[in-house]
């Protein structure tokens, strides 16, 4: 259990290469915030030469050990004002579009909508042309028309922000840090 504490920031990483190491930086320059990963996040980070015991020693990790997502429980106990997930895979794009909570990052979007949490997602599959960085290679993909609906569609939701670069990522977090009356940079 987590001991009482001034709301964090809850920050969901998916199994993502694309913009793994740029949503990391953003990661720390920012106060209070506790990651919780995905199991393809997991894997991914050691494929990116990320290790999760060395991400460990400065900030605190959930994994997604458990059936239930049991660490979603947090969201209720009031010790997360925000939830960011980034980056987001089309997967956990579309199974938040669909409604579907079958993992640690889509049971926070899910649960944090039921709060009322503000969520940002930075969507990474979202241009027809993707130029990036693959374990030992750079490869140019081409995210399908339905991952780029599922992007457009996750738009309409409530208390969710789409970031589509890094750029309005950093710009969201601003804008949510300066409603909140925190400025982190
Ligand atoms: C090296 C590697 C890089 C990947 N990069 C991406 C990516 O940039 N975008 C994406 O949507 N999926 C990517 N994937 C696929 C996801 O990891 C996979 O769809 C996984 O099931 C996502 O699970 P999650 O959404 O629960 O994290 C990558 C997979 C591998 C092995």
Redesign the pocket.
């Known amino acids: 259990m987590l001991a009482r504490e001034t709301p964090r920031i809850a920050w969901g990483l998916?199994?993502?290469?694309?913009y793994l190491r740029e949503s990391l930086e953003i990661i720390e320059t920012l106060p209070d915030v506790d990651l919780f990963v995905?199991r393809?996040?997991a894997e991914?980070l050691g494929?990116y030469g990320i290790p999760l015991k060395r991400l460990r020693e400065k900030i605190r990790i959930f994994q997604d050990h458990t059936a239930s997502s049991v660490p979603v429980g947090f969201l209720y106990g009031g010790h997360y004002h925000t939830l960011i997930i980034g980056p987001a895979?089309?997967?956990?794009v579309a199974k938040c579009v669909a409604g579907i909570s079958d993992?640690l990052?889509t049971n926070l979007y899910a649960q944090a909508g039921k709060c009322r949490i503000p969520s940002i997602v930075f969507a990474?599959?979202c241009e027809p042309t993707v130029i990036?960085e693959?374990?030992g290679q750079t490869v140019t993909l081409y995210p399908r028309p339905i991952d780029l609906e599922n992007t457009e569609r996750l738009k309409s939701f409530p208390y969710t922000s789409v970031a589509e670069s890094i750029e309005a990522l950093k710009s969201a977090i601003d804008q949510r840090m300066t409603c909140l009356n925190t400025s982190f940079s």
């Open positions: 998916t199994g993502s290469g694309h995905t393809a996040a991914i494929m895979t089309s997967n956990t993992t990052v990474c599959d990036t693959a374990p």
